[in-house]
């Protein structure tokens, strides 16, 4: 079964970037029926879709965030990475990271990671 | 983009109930619709996919149904571990994906 794992700083100065890796085990990111996203929920708020990437690079970013996101991949690590720039209060989030099966559903997801944009 | 409301915002019921939550689209996404469900500290966890494939796993009291703009997910006799927010999700605009605000499922 994948397992997903985010890993990065918890606390992040107004202005600066956020950035946070995603591991995956018990699977392939190379797996070609897969997309690998970024989804943020702030603090007692609803889900936000933030970009994914495929194992070959391929990228699309929410529209909303699109200036400020960059997702990357390395698969001979078997991880994909968010930076998100310029960061305000308004960034402060629980991050996931999820498998995105068939261009469809979030069918796995990391625990999540909380990132408090602060000074 | 395609806006997706969920109705109601917050329900309270008992063990046991039949319990129906509703999720509407702001144009017809044919039956590319997603429930989770998210427990308090946790993840989001999928339980239906396509409007009506349950996932691996998930028990069979968990049903739903839809197409077009009008959907819904069922919970034919809830159990304790059931109370939880639920979410629908659109995979219509891929990958321009959008979430429902959610549906508080609470203990009466």
């Known amino acids: 079964q994948v397992q997903l794992q985010e890993s990065g700083p918890g606390l992040v100065k107004p202005s600066q970037t956020l950035s946070l890796t995603c591991t995956v085990s018990?699977?392939?990111?190379?797996?070609?029926?897969?997309?690998w996203s970024w989804i943020r929920q702030p603090p007692g708020k609803g889900l936000e879709w933030i970009g994914y990437?495929?194992?070959?690079?391929?990228?699309y970013y929410n529209p909303s965030l699109k200036s400020r996101v960059t997702i990357s991949v390395d698969t001979s690590k078997n991880q994909f990475s968010l930076k998100l720039s310029s960061v305000t209060a308004a960034d402060t989030a629980v991050y996931y990271c999820?498998?995105?099966?068939?261009?469809?559903?979030?069918?796995?997801w990391g625990q999540g990671t909380l990132v408090t944009v602060s000074s | 983009d395609i806006q997706m409301t969920q109705s109601p915002s917050s329900l309270s019921a008992s063990v046991g109930d039949r319990v129906t939550i509703t999720c509407r689209a702001s144009?017809?996404?044919?039956?590319?619709l997603n429930w989770y469900q998210q427990k308090p500290g946790k993840a989001p966890k999928l339980l239906i996919y396509?409007?009506?494939s349950l996932q691996s796993g998930v028990p069979s009291r968990f049903s739903g149904s839809g197409s077009g703009t009008d959907f819904t997910l069922t919970i034919s006799s809830l159990q304790p571990e059931d109370f939880a927010t639920y979410y629908c999700?659109?995979?219509?605009?891929?990958?321009?994906?959008?979430f429902g605000q959610g549906t508080k499922l609470e203990i009466k």
């Open positions: 999820a498998s995105t099966y068939s261009y469809s559903h979030f069918d796995y």
């Open positions: 990437i495929y194992y070959s690079g391929s990228t």
């Open positions: 999700q659109q995979s219509y605009s891929t990958p321009r994906y959008s």
């Open positions: 018990g699977g392939s990111i190379s797996s070609g029926d897969y997309y």
């Open positions: 144009q017809s996404i044919s039956s590319y």
């Open positions: 396509a409007a009506s």
